[in-house]
């Protein structure tokens, strides 16, 4: 698709593909459907509003649901697990944090600063990997903001322990030597990586989208070159194309597919009963690559955002509800300086040679 939104033969031909694949939940099933999921009944909904009920229904209604690996790692306490007067009081503190001016300066100075150096040892004759760079950029810069530790041998073992406890989330629930569970239990997927590496992905598949994501940036660095100011946070997310490219990414890419909850009585929604003890599904992916939703929903098309507003229930990439995850401004942010650089600093092509990851 080019800047004015026309469509070559090409891309229907791949969108009438796509349709007869098995990406999405066949018609013959409807929009919210039973299944099971981890072991548990489960009503599965890729219908926008009936997810938006279950996103914005309290603890009365219903309550989060994981696999058991993921409560054991956890905890009972986990603001993942708490309910109630409790999760609104720790989810308004953690929001808080998250948005103080304080830290979204600090988060600024570190990822620019950790984007830069990685950036410094990228070479024209080897490979680049983003997904790997930008985990390791993430998680410096998390750390940093957290427990104020520098890159070294400390946060070297920290980040080995952290990807125990992440590759122990959502395995099988069963503890003994050897097992990836029992591992995560002795150590007792960052989004912001995955987001950056579908991003070039997308943009590199959209020559006329990149190019108008290097012109925003070029624009802006000049001015700041030439007034001598530092970028700062509000720089980055003033650029609007950058935020529609973020945003058509989150779309497409679905970092976060859906969320687990539990009914405590029985549901009624549009029609259809989610019974007590059951568990529902609020299937992101589908409502994204939905083509009543969206308009050629799997063409790459950040332009769609410029006359779209994303605070409506068809547009859940960071779930909804008193659950909303806290910290997206942040990963905005995080995303925004690190296509900044990437675009005013290296021309690249994707590889073909290994499969995409």
């Known amino acids: ?68 690996s993921l409560t ?47 950036m410094a040892n990228w070479s024209y004759d080897r490979p680049i990997y983003i997904q790997d760079e930008t985990k390791n950029i993430a998680f410096e810069v998390l750390v940093k903001a957290l427990i104020n530790l520098d890159p070294g041998q400390e946060m070297e073992s920290l980040k080995k322990q952290f990807q125990e406890f992440i590759a122990g989330l959502m395995s099988l629930p069963i503890n003994f030597p050897g097992t990836r569970l ?45 007034l001598g100011e530092p970028m700062c946070c509000s720089d980055y997310l003033s650029l609007p194309f950058t935020q529609t490219v973020i945003t058509e990414t989150l779309r497409m890419g679905n970092v976060i597919i859906g969320v687990m909850r539990k009914a405590m009585r029985d549901v009624e929604i549009k029609g259809y009963l989610i019974p007590k003890g059951w ?24 332009w769609r955002w410029q006359e779209k507003d ?8 960071f779930g909804g509800g008193q659950r909303l995850c806290p910290g997206l401004d942040l990963a905005r942010l995080e995303a925004s300086i690190f296509l900044h650089h990437l675009v005013t600093q290296f021309r690249y092509l994707l590889s073909r040679t290994k499969p995409y990851n």
């Open 72 to 118: 054991e790692l956890m905890g009972k306490s986990s603001i993942l697990l708490i309910n109630g007067s409790l999760q609104k009081r720790i989810h308004g503190l953690v929001g808080a944090f998250f948005k103080s001016p304080h830290l979204k300066a600090q988060i600024t100075t570190d990822m620019q600063k950790y984007v830069l150096k990685s």
């Open 279 to 302: 568990c529902a599904f609020a299937y992101f992916r589908s409502v994204h690559l939905d083509e009543s939703n969206y308009d050629w929903p799997y063409e790459f098309n950040p």
């Open 310 to 317: 994303t605070s409506n229930c068809n547009f859940t990439p």
């Open 1 to 68: 698709m080019n800047a004015r939104g026309t469509h070559s033969a090409a891309a229907k031909a791949k969108w009438d593909r796509l349709q007869k694949s098995t990406l999405l939940p066949q018609p013959r099933y409807g929009k919210v459907f039973k299944s099971h999921i981890f072991g548990s009944p489960t009503i599965v909904s890729t219908d926008a509003e009936v997810s938006k009920f279950i996103l914005q229904s309290d603890a009365k209604v219903f309550v989060p649901s994981y696999p058991k």
């Open 182 to 226: 029992y591992r995560s239990l002795q150590a007792r997927e960052d989004s912001v990586p995955v987001l950056l590496t579908l991003a070039v992905k997308y943009l590199s598949d959209s020559p006329s989208a990149l190019q108008q994501l290097l012109e925003e940036n070029m624009r802006l660095k000049k001015l700041k070159d030439q």
